[in-house]
């Protein structure tokens, strides 16, 4: 079904449902962190603070003919807030935080609205099998980051080769 058509799709709404499903989740954490007892099977507070991040990290993946490029929004940010790293040898992953001003020393002022998200940011991505991962790059240009990885060259199919027949 549809979401748009039930009228699910609005900023407000959205903007409503995330602020509830956050208020759900912190609440769960809290609780979760309270009790002494091990909470076998409930995801930890790390994984919960990563799953978030993801989440609301969104990006745009190209394949080119030489390489892949990641593209992903992160206005405000300057290059030394980023970081990008290949672990586990084929899992791309982009991180860092975004902190919110520091309005401390400056009299009379108040947020009367706060809807830019600040915090933790992250994306992993599996990369291919043909992914260079010794040739990758990272521009942050306009509050863009382009992530190119290379792709290695396709292998070169086997020549044919010549035996020669002795006569015994």
Known sequence: MDISLM???????????HHILNAAN???????SSNNNSNV???GRAYVRDARAMAATPADVKEYPNSYVF????PGLKSGDIKVQVEDENVLVISGERKRENEQGK?????????R??????????????ADTDKISAVSQDGVLTVTVEKLPPPQPK??????????
């Open 7 to 17: 009228g699910l799709d609005t900023p407000l709404f959205l903007h409503n449902l």
């Open 26 to 32: 912190d609440s769960d954490i809290k609780t979760s």
């Open 41 to 43: 099977g409930e995801p």
């Open 71 to 74: 593209i992903i929004d992160m």
């Open 107 to 115: 009299e009379g002022v108040k947020y009367v609205r706060m809807e």
């Open 117 to 130: 998200r600040i915090g933790k940011f992250m994306r992993k991505f599996s990369l291919p099998e043909n």
């Open 159 to 168: 020549k044919p080769k010549t035996i020669q027949v002795q006569i015994a």
